[in-house]
């Protein structure tokens, strides 16, 4: 089992980060002049830099093994949130995105800790064949994006709630409409939803490379192509009848819901619980 102290260093300044963030962006703080409001963000947007590259190196050590590539369920996860804060952070350059980082470096911080908590091994072979990078990046970053999808769904609800009972900060006032925030969900469900295919696709097009056996439908396919089908609905819904607003979101949480039963639930299961 790995030490422990690197992980805890990385989940605290995670953590704190996180709550940085949820004290001046969700909570009252005093008026900043905008010189000083434009440093402050630049100098935030740094800070989170430093806690992903630890993650990133921890996560490269204990993936990148002398037996092969382990990605055991704590692996997975701690991959999946790497990749979202490391998204999350580049689009932030390009999109308003203020009160997200309270929801996703918390994450983070607690799924540092997974490949620690669950030192799972599951080595994976012929990683070497081209098939199995193009499969696995394709569905880290599906995942990766729907989980930014369904934080940026939670933080409409969340801002949507406020503005109703008249409580939201001052800092969120900056924030996009909601209608702006409903476009920027779609394209991360659209972007998400293409990747997803792609991924579906690779792995029953490489299976007999990769697993040296044709497809099979298990747990996980049934799950994944559930989630496909969710999302694919919500899409439709939007182009044929104008599905938004709440509706939108319970179509997004419910396919996210289901992407999560189809792999990080299936290998738990699987590694944690029966030890195959």
Same mark, same amino acid.
């Given at each position: 089992?790995?030490?422990?102290?690197?992980? #805890?260093? $990385?989940?605290?300044?995670? %953590?704190?980060?996180? &709550?940085?963030?949820?004290?001046?962006?969700?909570?009252? /703080? +005093? *008026?900043?002049?905008?010189?000083?409001?434009?440093?402050?963000?630049?100098?935030?947007?740094?800070?989170?830099?430093?806690?992903?590259?630890?993650?990133?190196?921890?996560?490269?050590?204990?993936?990148?093994?002398?037996?092969?590539?382990?990605?055991?369920?704590?692996?997975?996860?701690?991959?999946?949130?790497? #990749?979202? $804060?490391?998204?999350?952070? %580049?689009?932030?350059? &390009?999109?308003?995105?203020?009160?997200?980082?309270?929801? /996703? +470096? *918390?994450?983070?911080?607690?799924?540092?800790?997974?490949?620690?908590?669950l030192p799972t091994k599951h080595i994976l072979s012929n990683t070497g064949l081209l098939a199995f990078p193009v499969h696995f990046l394709l569905s880290m970053l599906?995942?990766?994006?729907?989980?930014?999808?369904?934080?940026?769904?939670?933080?409409?609800?969340?801002?949507?709630?406020?503005?109703?009972?008249?409580?939201?900060?001052?800092?969120?006032?900056?924030?996009?409409?909601?209608?702006?925030?409903?476009?920027?969900l779609f394209r991360l469900i659209i972007a998400g939803f293409v990747l997803l295919t792609l991924a579906l696709a690779s792995g029953m097009l490489f299976s007999e490379?990769?697993?040296?056996?044709?497809?099979?439908?298990?747990?996980?396919?049934?799950?994944?192509?559930?989630?496909?089908?969710?999302?694919?609905?919500?899409?439709?819904?939007?182009?044929?009848?104008?599905?938004?607003?709440?509706?939108?979101?319970?179509?997004?949480?419910?396919?996210?819901?289901?992407?999560?039963?189809?792999?990080?639930?299936?290998?738990?299961?699987?590694?944690?619980?029966?030890?195959?």
């Amino acid at each position: 089992m790995p030490a422990i102290l690197p992980y #805890l260093v $990385v989940t605290l300044v995670y %953590a704190l980060l996180g &709550l940085h963030f949820w004290r001046t962006r969700w909570q009252p /703080v +005093l *008026p900043r002049t905008r010189g000083n409001e434009q440093t402050i963000r630049v100098a935030e947007k740094m800070a989170v830099l430093i806690p992903l590259a630890l993650h990133g190196v921890l996560l490269y050590q204990s993936t990148f093994t002398e037996t092969g590539f382990n990605l055991g369920v704590g692996n997975a996860v701690s991959a999946i949130l790497w #990749l979202t $804060v490391l998204i999350y952070w %580049a689009v932030s350059f &390009l999109y308003n995105l203020e009160g997200l980082q309270a929801l /996703v +470096l *918390p994450l983070a911080a607690v799924c540092v800790l997974l490949p620690w908590l669950l030192p799972t091994k599951h080595i994976l072979s012929n990683t070497g064949l081209l098939a199995f990078p193009v499969h696995f990046l394709l569905s880290m970053l599906a995942y990766s994006l729907f989980t930014i999808a369904a934080l940026h769904a939670a933080l409409m609800a969340a801002v949507e709630r406020r503005l109703h009972d008249g409580t939201l900060p001052a800092t969120l006032h900056t924030l996009p409409p909601l209608l702006t925030m409903e476009t920027l969900l779609f394209r991360l469900i659209i972007a998400g939803f293409v990747l997803l295919t792609l991924a579906l696709a690779s792995g029953m097009l490489f299976s007999e490379e990769l697993i040296h056996k044709p497809a099979q439908f298990t747990h996980k396919t049934l799950f994944a192509f559930i989630s496909w089908g969710i999302f694919a609905a919500l899409l439709g819904g939007r182009k044929i009848y104008g599905w938004r607003g709440r509706t939108a979101l319970r179509w997004t949480w419910a396919g996210f819901i289901a992407l999560v039963l189809a792999y990080v639930g299936s290998k738990f299961v699987l590694e944690v619980i029966l030890h195959r």
